[in-house]
């Protein structure tokens, strides 16, 4: 819960978006906010017999659902598309699934 208000507080302030953007890598720049803001709310890093970190972990796949969201959104954006290029779409893959051969 705590990595989506973060995310989604970076993905609606402007300011943030560009400069989260900006950076070299986001990944890593998510990681070290949540470590941040998550020092407070857990008290034990839970750990697997080999080292890893059940946090990270989590933080990292997170991370990954939240920006491939954001990337769509943005390329949605960016390419003037809106929900009739949505449905296009849809009706391509339908066509195409289908066997039909055109669209």
Not at 46 to 57: I, P
Not at 85 to 90: D, S
């Amino acid at each position: 819960m705590h990595c989506w208000q973060v995310f989604e507080e970076i993905k609606t302030n402007e300011t943030l978006k560009v400069q989260f953007l900006g950076a070299g890598n986001q990944r890593s720049l998510f990681v070290q906010i949540m470590d941040r803001v998550s020092d407070s709310q857990f008290a034990v890093d839970n750990y697997c017999l080999k080292g890893h970190s059940l946090k990270s972990f989590i933080v990292h796949r997170l991370f990954n659902c939240f920006a491939k969201n954001l990337v769509k959104e943005l390329s949605a954006e960016a390419s003037g598309a809106g929900q009739n290029c949505h449905q296009l779409l849809k009706k391509r893959k339908i066509a195409k699934l289908s066997g039909e051969t055109r669209c």
